[in-house]
């Protein structure tokens, strides 16, 4: 029941001073996802890409059926807004890498559709480098996006927007 689906929770860390911080995040035709997560700093000051990343935050959205007949472009390029909007909190005057498995990023640079502009100035504001990740790694970002259609599957009923932040797991 619940209490089983709560406690199979992913655990969730804080932030912490160093180590970098990645983003992930898709679209698919129903749902939206996007996970934060920081991998840690050695001893060194080398990053630790041999150690398990810790994840920050979670964001599942469903689309409205309007967003359903967005073209993919368009649904990448909203993935990445509404995650990072979600995030902000994190991600504030620290440098960080938002990784999509979209190829097509130049859509988000030079689109003239007025909700893509919109999107675009919020990256502006923000220090971020973009990054293309096949699809196959895109593992969490994908699964939070086709979360709301499997829950859908299960009658449950779907809150159309779940956020999962550390800050509230406490």
């Known amino acids: 029941g619940i209490n089983a689906q709560?406690?199979?929770?992913?655990?969730?860390?804080?932030?912490?001073?160093?180590?970098?911080?990645?983003?992930?995040?898709d679209a698919c035709d129903y749902g939206i996802g996007g996970v934060a997560y920081q991998v840690p700093e050695r001893t060194d000051?080398?990053?630790n890409r041999n150690d398990?990343?810790?994840?920050?935050?979670?964001?599942?959205?469903?689309?409205?059926?309007?967003?359903?007949?967005?073209?993919?472009?368009?649904?990448?390029?909203?993935?990445m807004a509404m995650v990072l909007q979600a995030f902000a909190y994190l991600l504030s005057g620290v440098r960080f890498t938002v990784r999509t498995d979209h190829k097509n990023l130049k859509f988000i640079t030079e689109s003239t559709d007025r909700l893509v502009m919109k999107w675009r100035l919020l990256l502006q504001d923000m220090d971020?480098?973009?990054e293309y990740l096949d699809g196959p790694s895109n593992v969490v970002a994908d699964?939070?996006?086709?979360?709301v259609k499997v829950v859908a599957e299960h009658e449950v009923k779907w809150l159309s927007h779940s956020i999962y932040l550390v800050d509230k797991m406490i």
């Not at 709560?6 to 995040?25: A, H, M, S, Y």
């Not at 398990?52 to 689309?63: C, D, E, K, M, N």
């Not at 699964?143 to 979360?147: K, N, W, Y």
């Open 45 to 47: 000051g080398e990053m």
């Open 6 to 25: 709560l406690n199979d929770l992913p655990t969730v860390f804080f932030l912490e001073e160093t180590g970098e911080i990645i983003v992930e995040t």
């Open 143 to 147: 699964g939070l996006s086709r979360m």
């Open 128 to 130: 971020c480098r973009i």
């Open 52 to 79: 398990r990343s810790r994840p920050l935050a979670f964001y599942s959205l469903a689309l409205t059926p309007q967003q359903y007949n967005w073209p993919t472009p368009k649904q990448e390029a909203y993935a």
